[in-house]
């Protein structure tokens, strides 16, 4: 040992120039990681969903006159789906035509005759246009009872509870009719990297227990602050990856921190999309060194903490 040691002494000289290299081989090694710009994506949690979905709803209280599909149908555009009937429009409809139908015999009485008939002729056809206009009213509420289908897709989450016969109020969801062909992605980012997120940039989603992504491109990146969260299983409380407010009713679902949505389009169908599914997106962005990122924090921590910040 001591002979170890009398041989690292006589040779210090060596040896400390070769510890100065390492180290600063080391400090340009961390100068270099925080200085360039390696980033060249961001990372966010979004949730994915069908691109086009159409949730059917009665307008009005209604009973289910016929049901002419079954859960997991494919339905076409215009199909009619289910047909309700409503007491109360039906009745409104027949009461404005047996008044215009009196109105215009009135006004057909009225010709020929003089003086006050006359005004009494056009009394009777104002009066006679106004029930028509509510006539026209009248059946237009009772096609909104006609439930059709206003895309091409399949017909999902049927309530099946609801059989001909059965009492509808307005606030129960029938079924909904779902387009898998495209999907959608809401995705939040933060005021860090908002800017560095820009439209038509590619985007990767990674679905639970799928190892590949699917493909999309960012068609939008709003510029106000989220005072919603778009999805429920966004939140911590679900699952998701977003503190809410505290303080505030969870139904609110506004977020704590501030967040800026990100619409991403997918670019092809994928039949394990589910309805409102949590996912990770790695979006493709402006490079970005680490210390630009700090000094960026630092920036908008100083400016929100001094008033002038955007709220969330």
Known sequence: MIREMKVWWLRRVEIRPF??????????????????PWSRSVSLSGVIDAAQVQPLYTPFA???????????????KGQLLF???????ETDEHKAVAMRQAWEASARGAQGLEKESAARQVLAEQMAHQFALQQQAGTMEMRRLQLVSA???RLEERNQTFREGSWI?????????????RWHVDALVSEDDLGRIKPGAGAKV??????????????SVDQHSLTKLPSLALAKASGGEIALAPGIPAKELKPEKVWYRVSIQGQEGN?????????????ESDRQSLAHRWINS?????IQQSGLGKEG
Do not use: C, H, W, Y
């Open 169 to 181: 109020s307005p606030g129960e969801r029938i079924a909904t009719v779902i387009d898998r062909t």
């Open 151 to 153: 895309i091409d897709g």
């Open 19 to 36: 510890q100065r290299m390492r180290l600063m081989l080391v400090l340009a090694t961390a100068l270099a990681v925080i200085l360039l």
């Open 271 to 283: 039949d394990k999309v589910i309805r409102e599914m949590p996912v990770q997106v790695t979006v």
């Open 298 to 302: 630092a920036m908008l921590m100083l």
């Open 83 to 89: 047909e309700l009937a409503a007491p109360q429009p």
């Open 206 to 219: 990674f679905l639970p227990g799928q190892i590949e992504p699917v493909a999309g491109t960012v068609l």
């Open 62 to 76: 209604a009973q289910m006159v016929r049901v002419m599909v079954n859960d997991g149908d494919a339905v076409k």
